[in-house]
Protein backbone atom coordinates (compact mmCIF):
# COMPACT_ATOMS: atom_id res chain seq x y z
CA UNK A 1 0.00 0.00 0.00
CA UNK A 2 1.37 3.35 -1.05
CA UNK A 3 0.22 6.81 0.11
CA UNK A 4 0.09 10.02 -1.51
CA UNK A 5 -0.02 12.68 1.28
CA UNK A 6 -0.15 16.82 1.15
CA UNK A 7 0.64 18.30 4.68
CA UNK A 8 1.53 15.56 6.60
CA UNK A 9 4.03 13.67 4.31
CA UNK A 10 6.95 14.88 6.13
CA UNK A 11 5.10 14.01 9.54
CA UNK A 12 3.91 10.67 8.13
CA UNK A 13 7.71 9.30 6.01
CA UNK A 14 9.08 9.57 9.92
CA UNK A 15 6.68 8.68 12.36
CA UNK A 16 4.20 6.92 10.23
CA UNK A 17 0.45 6.89 10.89
CA UNK A 18 -1.53 6.13 13.91
CA UNK A 19 -5.05 4.77 14.18
CA UNK A 20 -7.08 4.74 17.48
CA UNK A 21 -9.96 2.78 17.41
CA UNK A 22 -12.86 0.69 19.97
CA UNK A 23 -11.64 -2.17 18.11
CA UNK A 24 -7.99 -1.49 19.24
CA UNK A 25 -5.13 1.17 18.83
CA UNK A 26 -2.17 0.31 16.73
CA UNK A 27 0.70 2.31 15.04
CA UNK A 28 2.39 2.08 11.29
CA UNK A 29 6.04 3.23 12.13
CA UNK A 30 6.61 2.49 8.50
CA UNK A 31 4.31 3.65 5.17
CA UNK A 32 5.78 3.97 2.00
CA UNK A 33 4.72 7.72 1.97
CA UNK A 34 4.25 9.98 -1.32
CA UNK A 35 4.53 13.38 -2.03
CA UNK A 36 4.69 13.46 -5.23
CA UNK A 37 2.46 11.30 -7.32
CA UNK A 38 4.94 10.91 -9.91
CA UNK A 39 6.84 8.61 -7.38
CA UNK A 40 3.89 6.05 -6.99
CA UNK A 41 4.19 2.67 -8.68
CA UNK A 42 1.28 1.91 -10.82
CA UNK A 43 -1.12 0.86 -9.07
CA UNK A 44 -3.61 -2.09 -9.04
CA UNK A 45 -6.34 -0.14 -7.10
CA UNK A 46 -6.05 3.86 -6.70
CA UNK A 47 -8.19 4.67 -3.94
CA UNK A 48 -9.48 8.28 -4.13
CA UNK A 49 -10.01 10.20 -0.64
CA UNK A 50 -9.34 13.50 -1.10
CA UNK A 51 -11.92 16.08 -0.29
CA UNK A 52 -14.29 17.06 -3.11
CA UNK A 53 -13.75 20.48 -2.70
CA UNK A 54 -9.71 19.99 -4.33
CA UNK A 55 -11.16 17.81 -7.78
CA UNK A 56 -9.44 19.78 -9.82
CA UNK A 57 -6.08 18.26 -8.47
CA UNK A 58 -7.58 15.19 -10.17
CA UNK A 59 -5.63 15.50 -13.52
CA UNK A 60 -2.31 16.06 -11.78
CA UNK A 61 -2.75 13.10 -9.43
CA UNK A 62 -4.19 10.21 -11.15
CA UNK A 63 -2.69 9.63 -14.04
CA UNK A 64 0.95 8.05 -12.47
CA UNK A 65 -0.36 5.79 -10.11
CA UNK A 66 -2.96 4.71 -12.76
CA UNK A 67 -0.68 4.21 -15.93
CA UNK A 68 -0.14 0.57 -15.67
CA UNK A 69 -3.90 0.34 -16.42
CA UNK A 70 -4.83 -0.21 -12.58
CA UNK A 71 -8.64 1.29 -11.39
CA UNK A 72 -9.88 4.13 -9.08
CA UNK A 73 -11.62 3.69 -6.69
CA UNK A 74 -13.47 6.79 -5.37
CA UNK A 75 -14.54 7.01 -1.36
CA UNK A 76 -15.71 10.72 -1.72
CA UNK A 77 -19.15 11.72 -0.15
CA UNK A 78 -21.66 13.53 -2.07
CA UNK A 79 -23.56 12.19 -5.30
CA UNK A 80 -21.11 11.74 -8.90
CA UNK A 81 -18.26 12.33 -7.38
CA UNK A 82 -16.76 9.82 -9.43
CA UNK A 83 -17.28 12.18 -12.78
CA UNK A 84 -14.07 14.12 -11.78
CA UNK A 85 -12.03 11.06 -11.87
CA UNK A 86 -13.99 9.62 -14.65
CA UNK A 87 -12.46 12.45 -16.36
CA UNK A 88 -9.08 11.38 -15.98
CA UNK A 89 -8.97 7.60 -16.61
CA UNK A 90 -12.47 7.28 -18.30
CA UNK A 91 -15.74 6.03 -16.63
CA UNK A 92 -15.05 2.18 -17.10
CA UNK A 93 -11.86 2.22 -15.15
CA UNK A 94 -13.83 3.80 -12.12
CA UNK A 95 -15.37 1.94 -9.23
CA UNK A 96 -17.02 4.40 -6.31
CA UNK A 97 -18.04 3.91 -3.15
CA UNK A 98 -19.70 5.26 0.64
CA UNK A 99 -17.45 4.90 3.75
CA UNK A 100 -20.31 4.05 6.62
CA UNK A 101 -18.29 4.89 9.62
CA UNK A 102 -17.23 7.61 12.02
CA UNK A 103 -14.05 8.35 11.88
CA UNK A 104 -11.79 11.81 12.13
CA UNK A 105 -8.04 13.07 11.05
CA UNK A 106 -6.99 14.56 14.49
CA UNK A 107 -3.88 15.18 13.55
CA UNK A 108 -0.72 14.96 11.09
CA UNK A 109 -0.72 11.15 10.35
CA UNK A 110 -3.37 10.30 13.11
CA UNK A 111 -6.97 8.78 12.89
CA UNK A 112 -9.28 8.39 15.24
CA UNK A 113 -11.86 5.99 14.42
CA UNK A 114 -15.10 6.13 16.78
CA UNK A 115 -17.60 4.02 15.62
CA UNK A 116 -18.76 1.42 12.64
CA UNK A 117 -16.49 0.55 9.77
CA UNK A 118 -18.63 -0.79 6.98
CA UNK A 119 -17.50 0.48 3.30
CA UNK A 120 -19.85 -0.58 0.21
CA UNK A 121 -19.10 -0.07 -3.15
CA UNK A 122 -19.57 -0.88 -6.62
CA UNK A 123 -18.61 0.11 -10.42
CA UNK A 124 -19.55 3.38 -11.73
CA UNK A 125 -20.33 3.25 -15.23
CA UNK A 126 -23.96 3.62 -15.56
CA UNK A 127 -25.13 0.42 -17.36
CA UNK A 128 -23.18 -2.37 -14.91
CA UNK A 129 -25.94 -3.18 -12.51
CA UNK A 130 -23.85 -6.21 -10.91
CA UNK A 131 -20.70 -7.06 -8.71
CA UNK A 132 -17.92 -7.65 -11.82
CA UNK A 133 -15.04 -10.19 -11.04
CA UNK A 134 -13.22 -7.18 -10.08
CA UNK A 135 -15.09 -5.55 -7.97
CA UNK A 136 -15.42 -9.12 -6.11
CA UNK A 137 -11.60 -9.15 -6.04
CA UNK A 138 -11.16 -5.65 -4.56
CA UNK A 139 -13.88 -7.10 -2.21
CA UNK A 140 -11.92 -10.24 -1.33
CA UNK A 141 -8.55 -8.61 -0.80
CA UNK A 142 -10.19 -5.83 1.61
CA UNK A 143 -12.08 -8.66 3.50
CA UNK A 144 -8.53 -10.57 3.92
CA UNK A 145 -7.20 -7.15 5.05
CA UNK A 146 -10.11 -7.43 7.98
CA UNK A 147 -11.91 -4.77 6.49
CA UNK A 148 -16.17 -4.48 7.06
CA UNK A 149 -16.95 -3.94 2.90
CA UNK A 150 -19.42 -5.18 0.98
CA UNK A 151 -19.87 -4.97 -2.89
CA UNK A 152 -22.48 -3.24 -4.49
CA UNK A 153 -24.96 -4.24 -7.34
CA UNK A 154 -26.13 -0.63 -7.68
CA UNK A 155 -23.50 2.39 -6.82
CA UNK A 156 -26.11 5.00 -7.06
CA UNK A 157 -28.60 3.10 -4.26
CA UNK A 158 -25.38 3.37 -1.90
CA UNK A 159 -24.84 6.89 -2.32
CA UNK A 160 -28.70 8.12 -1.74
CA UNK A 161 -28.54 6.08 1.07
CA UNK A 162 -25.13 7.51 2.55
CA UNK A 163 -27.07 10.92 1.16
CA UNK A 164 -29.56 10.26 3.24
CA UNK A 165 -27.35 10.80 6.35
CA UNK A 166 -24.92 12.69 5.54
CA UNK A 167 -27.22 15.55 4.09
CA UNK A 168 -29.65 16.21 7.42
CA UNK A 169 -26.70 15.41 10.05
CA UNK A 170 -23.85 17.11 8.14
CA UNK A 171 -25.93 20.21 6.97
CA UNK A 172 -27.67 20.46 10.39
CA UNK A 173 -24.60 19.87 12.92
CA UNK A 174 -22.79 22.64 10.98
CA UNK A 175 -25.84 25.06 10.92
CA UNK A 176 -27.01 24.36 14.47
CA UNK A 177 -23.20 23.74 15.91
CA UNK A 178 -24.41 20.28 17.54
CA UNK A 179 -23.21 17.07 17.48
CA UNK A 180 -25.10 14.20 16.56
CA UNK A 181 -25.85 13.35 19.66
CA UNK A 182 -27.66 16.53 20.34
CA UNK A 183 -29.53 16.38 17.42
CA UNK A 184 -31.24 12.66 17.69
CA UNK A 185 -32.01 14.15 21.53
CA UNK A 186 -33.95 16.74 20.39
CA UNK A 187 -37.28 16.60 19.73
CA UNK A 188 -37.58 19.38 17.16
CA UNK A 189 -34.43 18.43 15.43
CA UNK A 190 -35.57 14.89 14.86
CA UNK A 191 -38.57 16.08 13.69
CA UNK A 192 -36.66 18.22 11.10
CA UNK A 193 -34.48 15.20 9.93
CA UNK A 194 -36.79 13.50 9.25
CA UNK A 195 -38.44 15.64 7.11
CA UNK A 196 -34.98 15.97 5.20
CA UNK A 197 -34.45 12.41 4.88
CA UNK A 198 -37.95 11.78 3.37
CA UNK A 199 -37.10 14.56 1.18
CA UNK A 200 -33.76 12.76 -0.11
CA UNK A 201 -35.51 9.37 -0.23
CA UNK A 202 -38.54 10.95 -2.38
CA UNK A 203 -35.36 12.73 -4.65
CA UNK A 204 -33.57 9.37 -5.40
CA UNK A 205 -37.06 7.69 -6.18
CA UNK A 206 -37.75 10.84 -8.59
CA UNK A 207 -34.15 9.94 -9.79
CA UNK A 208 -35.34 5.51 -10.04
CA UNK A 209 -32.94 4.94 -6.75
CA UNK A 210 -36.17 3.10 -4.74
CA UNK A 211 -34.85 2.95 -1.42
CA UNK A 212 -37.05 0.97 0.92
CA UNK A 213 -38.98 3.14 3.64
CA UNK A 214 -37.48 1.61 6.46
CA UNK A 215 -34.19 3.30 5.92
CA UNK A 216 -35.45 6.73 6.72
CA UNK A 217 -35.99 5.01 10.54
CA UNK A 218 -33.02 3.15 10.26
CA UNK A 219 -31.20 6.20 9.31
CA UNK A 220 -32.08 7.86 12.85
CA UNK A 221 -31.85 4.42 14.92
CA UNK A 222 -28.09 4.11 13.58
CA UNK A 223 -27.64 7.36 14.74
CA UNK A 224 -28.92 7.17 17.79
CA UNK A 225 -26.89 4.35 18.32
CA UNK A 226 -23.80 5.95 17.13
CA UNK A 227 -21.32 7.42 19.91
CA UNK A 228 -21.56 10.90 20.08
CA UNK A 229 -19.96 12.40 16.29
CA UNK A 230 -18.44 15.32 14.84
CA UNK A 231 -19.36 15.32 10.89
CA UNK A 232 -16.10 15.70 8.42
CA UNK A 233 -18.39 18.54 7.43
CA UNK A 234 -18.47 20.00 10.93
CA UNK A 235 -14.78 19.77 11.83
CA UNK A 236 -14.56 21.19 8.35
CA UNK A 237 -16.32 24.16 9.10
CA UNK A 238 -14.45 24.66 12.79
CA UNK A 239 -11.42 24.06 10.98
CA UNK A 240 -12.07 26.82 8.44
CA UNK A 241 -11.69 24.85 5.57
CA UNK A 242 -13.94 24.64 2.56
CA UNK A 243 -16.99 22.40 3.26
CA UNK A 244 -18.54 19.95 0.56
CA UNK A 245 -21.36 21.78 -0.08
CA UNK A 246 -21.49 21.22 -4.07
CA UNK A 247 -21.11 17.43 -3.93
CA UNK A 248 -23.11 16.82 -0.90
CA UNK A 249 -26.14 19.04 -1.40
CA UNK A 250 -25.74 20.84 -4.73
CA UNK A 251 -25.54 18.10 -6.94
CA UNK A 252 -28.45 16.14 -5.10
CA UNK A 253 -30.48 19.40 -5.47
CA UNK A 254 -29.81 19.89 -9.18
CA UNK A 255 -30.45 15.89 -10.43
CA UNK A 256 -34.05 15.95 -8.23
CA UNK A 257 -34.68 19.29 -9.65
CA UNK A 258 -34.00 17.64 -13.13
CA UNK A 259 -36.29 15.06 -12.65
CA UNK A 260 -39.05 17.31 -11.40
CA UNK A 261 -39.01 16.81 -7.79
CA UNK A 262 -38.25 19.74 -5.34
CA UNK A 263 -36.38 19.53 -1.96
CA UNK A 264 -36.82 22.99 -0.35
CA UNK A 265 -35.68 22.37 3.26
CA UNK A 266 -32.15 20.41 1.53
CA UNK A 267 -32.23 23.48 -0.74
CA UNK A 268 -32.56 26.28 2.37
CA UNK A 269 -29.85 23.49 4.07
CA UNK A 270 -27.43 24.35 1.41
CA UNK A 271 -28.37 28.15 1.08
CA UNK A 272 -27.64 28.24 5.03
CA UNK A 273 -24.26 26.31 4.49
CA UNK A 274 -23.24 28.66 0.97
CA UNK A 275 -23.58 31.71 3.05
CA UNK A 276 -21.66 29.65 6.37
CA UNK A 277 -18.73 28.55 3.75
CA UNK A 278 -18.57 32.00 2.50
CA UNK A 279 -17.85 33.51 5.65
CA UNK A 280 -15.45 30.61 6.95
CA UNK A 281 -13.40 30.97 3.97
CA UNK A 282 -13.33 34.97 4.00
CA UNK A 283 -12.53 34.95 7.70
CA UNK A 284 -9.56 32.09 7.07
CA UNK A 285 -8.49 34.22 4.29
CA UNK A 286 -8.14 37.47 6.70
CA UNK A 287 -6.40 35.73 9.61
CA UNK A 288 -4.01 33.98 7.32
CA UNK A 289 -3.67 37.78 6.23
CA UNK A 290 -3.31 38.48 9.75
CA UNK A 291 -1.03 35.81 11.21
CA UNK B 1 -46.72 58.81 31.32
CA UNK B 2 -45.94 56.00 33.98
CA UNK B 3 -43.57 53.03 33.17
CA UNK B 4 -43.72 49.82 35.21
CA UNK B 5 -40.22 47.96 35.33
CA UNK B 6 -38.92 45.12 36.68
CA UNK B 7 -34.68 44.44 36.63
CA UNK B 8 -34.81 47.80 35.91
CA UNK B 9 -37.07 49.35 38.45
CA UNK B 10 -33.59 50.32 41.08
CA UNK B 11 -31.94 52.05 38.09
CA UNK B 12 -34.80 53.83 36.38
CA UNK B 13 -36.01 55.35 39.74
CA UNK B 14 -32.25 56.60 40.67
CA UNK B 15 -31.43 57.86 37.59
CA UNK B 16 -34.17 57.75 34.67
CA UNK B 17 -34.00 56.63 31.18
CA UNK B 18 -31.49 57.67 28.48
CA UNK B 19 -32.20 57.42 24.81
CA UNK B 20 -29.41 57.67 22.42
CA UNK B 21 -31.06 58.39 18.62
CA UNK B 22 -29.46 59.27 15.56
CA UNK B 23 -32.43 61.82 16.01
CA UNK B 24 -30.74 63.39 18.98
CA UNK B 25 -29.80 61.88 22.47
CA UNK B 26 -32.08 62.69 25.52
CA UNK B 27 -32.21 61.61 29.00
CA UNK B 28 -35.21 61.59 31.26
CA UNK B 29 -33.48 62.30 34.34
CA UNK B 30 -37.53 61.92 36.36
CA UNK B 31 -39.75 59.32 35.51
CA UNK B 32 -42.82 57.80 36.83
CA UNK B 33 -41.25 54.59 37.45
CA UNK B 34 -43.09 51.77 39.33
CA UNK B 35 -42.50 48.14 40.57
CA UNK B 36 -45.70 46.92 41.04
CA UNK B 37 -48.41 47.63 39.11
CA UNK B 38 -50.68 48.06 42.10
CA UNK B 39 -48.97 51.50 42.36
CA UNK B 40 -50.17 52.73 38.81
CA UNK B 41 -53.16 54.97 38.54
CA UNK B 42 -55.80 54.07 35.70
CA UNK B 43 -54.45 54.76 32.60
CA UNK B 44 -56.21 55.63 29.13
CA UNK B 45 -53.59 53.73 27.06
CA UNK B 46 -51.54 50.60 28.47
CA UNK B 47 -48.94 49.79 26.23
CA UNK B 48 -48.10 46.15 26.60
CA UNK B 49 -44.31 45.79 25.71
CA UNK B 50 -43.44 43.13 27.40
CA UNK B 51 -41.56 40.63 25.41
CA UNK B 52 -44.59 37.50 24.38
CA UNK B 53 -42.32 34.97 26.02
CA UNK B 54 -44.07 36.43 29.63
CA UNK B 55 -47.23 36.89 28.58
CA UNK B 56 -48.43 34.62 31.26
CA UNK B 57 -47.56 37.66 33.54
CA UNK B 58 -50.59 39.74 32.06
CA UNK B 59 -53.45 38.54 34.24
CA UNK B 60 -51.31 39.96 37.22
CA UNK B 61 -49.91 43.45 35.35
CA UNK B 62 -53.24 44.52 33.17
CA UNK B 63 -56.28 44.93 36.10
CA UNK B 64 -54.29 47.85 37.65
CA UNK B 65 -53.63 50.39 35.30
CA UNK B 66 -56.78 49.57 33.18
CA UNK B 67 -58.81 48.97 35.84
CA UNK B 68 -60.93 53.04 34.91
CA UNK B 69 -62.00 51.44 31.67
CA UNK B 70 -58.45 52.49 29.60
CA UNK B 71 -57.45 50.69 26.68
CA UNK B 72 -54.47 48.38 26.10
CA UNK B 73 -52.58 48.70 23.40
CA UNK B 74 -49.99 45.70 21.98
CA UNK B 75 -47.19 46.31 20.75
CA UNK B 76 -45.60 43.00 20.86
CA UNK B 77 -44.01 41.02 17.68
CA UNK B 78 -45.68 38.20 16.19
CA UNK B 79 -49.57 37.13 15.21
CA UNK B 80 -52.59 37.05 17.12
CA UNK B 81 -50.07 38.12 20.30
CA UNK B 82 -53.49 40.34 21.31
CA UNK B 83 -55.14 37.50 22.27
CA UNK B 84 -53.46 37.28 25.99
CA UNK B 85 -54.16 40.94 26.51
CA UNK B 86 -57.93 40.14 25.07
CA UNK B 87 -58.08 37.47 27.94
CA UNK B 88 -57.75 40.24 30.69
CA UNK B 89 -59.76 43.10 29.83
CA UNK B 90 -61.84 41.81 26.69
CA UNK B 91 -60.98 41.94 22.96
CA UNK B 92 -63.06 44.72 22.21
CA UNK B 93 -60.56 47.24 25.00
CA UNK B 94 -57.41 46.17 23.05
CA UNK B 95 -55.42 47.89 20.05
CA UNK B 96 -52.41 46.39 18.58
CA UNK B 97 -49.55 47.69 16.61
CA UNK B 98 -45.99 46.80 14.96
CA UNK B 99 -42.93 48.63 15.51
CA UNK B 100 -41.53 49.05 12.02
CA UNK B 101 -38.04 50.43 13.93
CA UNK B 102 -34.76 49.44 15.06
CA UNK B 103 -33.69 49.72 18.90
CA UNK B 104 -31.95 47.59 20.96
CA UNK B 105 -32.27 48.01 24.96
CA UNK B 106 -28.35 48.31 25.63
CA UNK B 107 -28.15 48.31 29.18
CA UNK B 108 -30.55 49.39 32.54
CA UNK B 109 -32.70 52.21 31.50
CA UNK B 110 -30.98 52.72 28.29
CA UNK B 111 -32.35 52.34 24.84
CA UNK B 112 -30.42 52.75 21.44
CA UNK B 113 -32.22 54.15 19.02
CA UNK B 114 -30.63 52.62 15.22
CA UNK B 115 -32.97 53.39 12.45
CA UNK B 116 -36.65 54.22 11.48
CA UNK B 117 -39.64 55.33 14.02
CA UNK B 118 -42.40 53.94 12.75
CA UNK B 119 -45.09 52.35 14.65
CA UNK B 120 -48.06 51.24 12.56
CA UNK B 121 -51.64 50.38 15.25
CA UNK B 122 -55.05 49.68 14.71
CA UNK B 123 -57.85 47.94 16.44
CA UNK B 124 -57.39 44.56 17.62
CA UNK B 125 -61.54 43.23 17.01
CA UNK B 126 -62.16 41.05 14.31
CA UNK B 127 -64.98 42.68 12.72
CA UNK B 128 -63.52 46.26 12.76
CA UNK B 129 -62.10 47.69 9.44
CA UNK B 130 -61.60 51.14 10.27
CA UNK B 131 -59.74 53.64 12.13
CA UNK B 132 -61.73 54.40 14.62
CA UNK B 133 -62.29 57.46 17.16
CA UNK B 134 -59.85 56.07 19.96
CA UNK B 135 -57.38 54.95 17.79
CA UNK B 136 -57.37 58.54 15.55
CA UNK B 137 -57.20 60.06 19.22
CA UNK B 138 -54.48 58.19 20.18
CA UNK B 139 -52.42 58.85 16.86
CA UNK B 140 -52.76 62.07 17.59
CA UNK B 141 -51.77 62.31 20.77
CA UNK B 142 -48.35 60.22 19.37
CA UNK B 143 -47.90 62.51 16.48
CA UNK B 144 -48.12 65.32 18.72
CA UNK B 145 -45.26 63.84 20.94
CA UNK B 146 -42.71 63.86 17.50
CA UNK B 147 -43.74 59.73 17.29
CA UNK B 148 -43.80 58.74 13.53
CA UNK B 149 -47.02 57.04 13.95
CA UNK B 150 -49.82 55.70 11.61
CA UNK B 151 -53.46 54.37 12.43
CA UNK B 152 -54.46 51.37 10.21
CA UNK B 153 -58.06 50.29 8.96
CA UNK B 154 -56.19 46.00 8.93
CA UNK B 155 -54.26 45.43 11.78
CA UNK B 156 -54.10 41.98 10.59
CA UNK B 157 -52.07 43.10 7.52
CA UNK B 158 -49.85 45.47 9.34
CA UNK B 159 -48.78 42.08 11.43
CA UNK B 160 -48.15 40.07 8.46
CA UNK B 161 -46.51 42.75 6.56
CA UNK B 162 -44.36 43.20 9.59
CA UNK B 163 -43.80 39.39 9.57
CA UNK B 164 -42.50 39.37 6.37
CA UNK B 165 -39.55 41.05 8.05
CA UNK B 166 -39.49 39.39 11.41
CA UNK B 167 -39.41 35.86 9.97
CA UNK B 168 -36.63 35.66 7.76
CA UNK B 169 -34.66 38.19 9.52
CA UNK B 170 -34.73 37.48 13.42
CA UNK B 171 -34.74 33.78 12.12
CA UNK B 172 -31.79 33.61 10.25
CA UNK B 173 -30.20 36.32 11.79
CA UNK B 174 -29.96 33.79 14.68
CA UNK B 175 -29.50 30.55 13.00
CA UNK B 176 -26.92 31.93 11.24
CA UNK B 177 -25.49 34.28 13.75
CA UNK B 178 -25.60 37.30 11.85
CA UNK B 179 -26.41 40.76 11.54
CA UNK B 180 -28.91 42.19 9.13
CA UNK B 181 -26.07 43.44 6.83
CA UNK B 182 -24.47 40.47 6.32
CA UNK B 183 -27.62 38.37 5.50
CA UNK B 184 -28.46 41.16 2.41
CA UNK B 185 -25.08 41.53 1.10
CA UNK B 186 -24.71 37.46 0.39
CA UNK B 187 -26.72 36.19 -2.46
CA UNK B 188 -26.87 33.07 -0.78
CA UNK B 189 -28.58 34.54 1.83
CA UNK B 190 -30.88 36.86 0.16
CA UNK B 191 -32.16 33.88 -1.99
CA UNK B 192 -33.08 32.32 0.92
CA UNK B 193 -34.61 35.67 2.57
CA UNK B 194 -36.91 36.02 -0.73
CA UNK B 195 -38.08 32.67 -0.47
CA UNK B 196 -39.43 32.79 3.01
CA UNK B 197 -40.52 36.36 2.92
CA UNK B 198 -42.67 34.51 -0.22
CA UNK B 199 -44.24 32.06 1.86
CA UNK B 200 -45.05 34.68 4.51
CA UNK B 201 -46.42 36.65 1.80
CA UNK B 202 -48.21 33.57 0.15
CA UNK B 203 -49.63 32.31 3.67
CA UNK B 204 -50.95 35.72 4.40
CA UNK B 205 -52.99 35.53 1.22
CA UNK B 206 -54.38 32.20 2.25
CA UNK B 207 -55.63 33.66 5.61
CA UNK B 208 -57.42 36.20 3.83
CA UNK B 209 -55.08 39.15 3.89
CA UNK B 210 -53.90 40.72 0.63
CA UNK B 211 -50.47 42.03 0.66
CA UNK B 212 -49.72 43.74 -2.49
CA UNK B 213 -46.32 41.69 -4.23
CA UNK B 214 -44.34 44.80 -4.38
CA UNK B 215 -43.87 44.28 -0.45
CA UNK B 216 -41.47 41.54 -1.04
CA UNK B 217 -38.97 43.53 -2.80
CA UNK B 218 -39.53 46.60 -0.36
CA UNK B 219 -39.03 44.20 2.82
CA UNK B 220 -35.21 43.37 1.38
CA UNK B 221 -34.91 47.06 -0.12
CA UNK B 222 -35.61 48.76 3.35
CA UNK B 223 -33.29 46.05 4.96
CA UNK B 224 -30.55 46.76 2.53
CA UNK B 225 -30.97 50.92 3.41
CA UNK B 226 -30.93 50.05 6.92
CA UNK B 227 -28.04 50.13 9.53
CA UNK B 228 -26.79 47.24 10.00
CA UNK B 229 -28.59 45.57 13.22
CA UNK B 230 -29.25 42.84 15.71
CA UNK B 231 -32.79 41.70 15.58
CA UNK B 232 -34.36 41.36 18.89
CA UNK B 233 -34.26 37.74 18.62
CA UNK B 234 -30.58 37.57 17.93
CA UNK B 235 -30.26 40.02 21.13
CA UNK B 236 -32.45 37.74 23.16
CA UNK B 237 -30.27 34.55 21.67
CA UNK B 238 -27.13 36.30 22.50
CA UNK B 239 -27.90 37.49 25.77
CA UNK B 240 -29.27 33.75 26.25
CA UNK B 241 -32.95 34.64 26.91
CA UNK B 242 -36.34 32.88 25.28
CA UNK B 243 -36.52 33.20 21.83
CA UNK B 244 -40.39 34.32 20.96
CA UNK B 245 -40.29 31.58 18.71
CA UNK B 246 -44.22 30.82 19.76
CA UNK B 247 -45.81 34.15 18.39
CA UNK B 248 -43.24 35.18 15.42
CA UNK B 249 -43.15 31.65 13.80
CA UNK B 250 -45.05 28.98 15.54
CA UNK B 251 -48.76 30.63 15.32
CA UNK B 252 -48.01 31.98 11.59
CA UNK B 253 -47.38 28.74 10.70
CA UNK B 254 -50.20 26.93 12.71
CA UNK B 255 -53.07 29.51 10.92
CA UNK B 256 -51.17 28.90 7.30
CA UNK B 257 -52.16 25.13 8.28
CA UNK B 258 -55.19 25.82 9.00
CA UNK B 259 -55.85 27.22 5.54
CA UNK B 260 -54.21 24.93 3.74
CA UNK B 261 -50.99 26.97 3.12
CA UNK B 262 -47.91 24.85 4.00
CA UNK B 263 -44.64 26.91 4.45
CA UNK B 264 -41.65 24.55 4.68
CA UNK B 265 -38.78 27.17 4.90
CA UNK B 266 -40.12 28.80 7.81
CA UNK B 267 -41.18 25.57 9.62
CA UNK B 268 -37.57 24.47 9.31
CA UNK B 269 -36.74 27.81 10.89
CA UNK B 270 -39.06 27.48 13.85
CA UNK B 271 -37.56 23.89 14.14
CA UNK B 272 -34.37 24.90 14.23
CA UNK B 273 -35.21 28.07 16.58
CA UNK B 274 -36.54 25.61 18.90
CA UNK B 275 -33.43 23.46 18.83
CA UNK B 276 -31.45 26.74 19.41
CA UNK B 277 -33.78 27.49 22.56
CA UNK B 278 -33.90 24.73 24.08
CA UNK B 279 -30.56 24.34 24.31
CA UNK B 280 -29.59 28.26 24.81
CA UNK B 281 -32.21 27.99 27.90
CA UNK B 282 -30.93 24.74 29.63
CA UNK B 283 -27.26 26.69 29.32
CA UNK B 284 -28.59 29.81 30.87
CA UNK B 285 -30.27 27.45 33.81
CA UNK B 286 -26.72 25.58 33.93
CA UNK B 287 -24.45 28.67 34.18
CA UNK B 288 -26.82 30.41 36.76
CA UNK B 289 -26.16 26.99 38.89
CA UNK B 290 -22.42 27.40 38.58
CA UNK B 291 -23.05 31.35 39.73
Redo the contacts between chains.
Keep these: VHFLLHGDFDHVARHGLRVESPWGDFHLPHVHAHRDPESMPPCDVTIVALKTTRNELLPQLLPAPTRGGGVVLVLQNGLDVEAASAAVVGAERVLGGCCFLCSNKVGKGHIRHLDYGRIVFGEYASDCREVTPRAARIRDEMVAAGIDVEASEDLPLTRWRKLMWNIPFNG ?1 SV ?2 D ?1 STK ?2 VE ?1 A ?2 V ?2 VV ?1 IIREVHAAAGACGVDIPEQYIAKTIDVTRAMVPYDSSMRLDYLQQRPMEVEAIFATPIRRAHDRGAEM ?2 VE ?2 C ?2 L ?3 D ?2 NVSRAASSRQLG
Design positions: LVLAELDDAELEPRMLQQRFLAR
